[in-house]
């Protein structure tokens, strides 16, 4: 209920097992993609106004319901008219505005902590809210994500480690992302993972050699590696 800008600290807590309570980063995980749905979306009438065309021009159908939804946006299945199955990917409305006026509180919150609270500064809250308030803020552009996928793809494509969806760039704007559809099963699904005979010490293995191959290798990193 408190929208984006909390749901983002939720999903970075969620990560740090090593600070917080088992069961709670369980429950905070959720917010990574179960955030409720964006409510009446008309999802035909948001990608017709999106790409100012019929949406019936470029896609055979589009799921009403979507896949998965998180903080900035939400994603539903459909079908290009040249057969591919793709997903859309759609920010929600309105949100730009409620993530400044959010983090201007906060980063007003985080200077007064550190001007009065001296144990307080060696976390440099000022300089962490300053950075969720830029990264939250470049996540609203689509067409910047689109442009990171298609890079990543680039990097990994005579690679066995990592698979990244291609982007239709044709059909997507600022404000939506269309992309290859693939199926999966998330890499925190133990049991699923087990039941489809993955190897795990394997797929450990590649999670970090990726992880390392971006970092050291690429300089080019992804960081929803959720």
């Given at each position: 209920?408190l ?109 007064w ?47 066995d ?7 239709y ?58």
């Amino acid at each position: 209920d408190l929208g984006p800008v909390y749901i983002k600290l939720g999903q970075l807590l969620s990560t740090r097992r090593d600070l917080i309570d088992a069961e709670l980063a369980d429950g905070l995980a959720q917010l990574q993609d179960r955030v409720p749905a964006i409510k009446n979306l008309d999802i035909e009438a948001y990608v017709t106004a999106a790409l100012e065309q019929p949406w019936q021009e470029v896609f055979t159908s589009i799921d009403a319901n979507p896949l998965a939804s998180a903080s900035i946006a939400q994603v539903h299945k459909g079908q290009l008219k040249t057969g591919e199955t793709i997903v859309v990917k759609v920010v929600r409305p309105g949100i730009g505005a409620r993530i400044h006026s959010d983090m201007q509180h906060i980063v007003r919150l985080a200077e007064w902590i550190d001007d009065r609270f001296q144990m307080a500064r060696r976390f440099h809250l000022p300089n962490l809210m300053h950075d969720h308030y830029a990264i939250l803020v470049a996540e609203l552009d689509l067409l910047q994500e689109a442009a990171n996928q298609t890079q990543l793809r680039r990097n990994f494509a005579e690679s066995d480690l990592l698979y990244v969806p291609r982007t239709y760039p044709e059909w997507s704007r600022q404000n939506l992302l269309t992309m290859e559809y693939v199926e999966g099963i998330p890499i925190n699904h133990i049991e699923q993972l087990v039941a489809a005979n993955v190897d795990l010490e394997i797929l450990a293995h590649k999670g970090v050699e990726t992880f390392f191959t971006q970092v050291f290798e690429q300089n080019f990193f992804h960081a929803d590696m959720h």
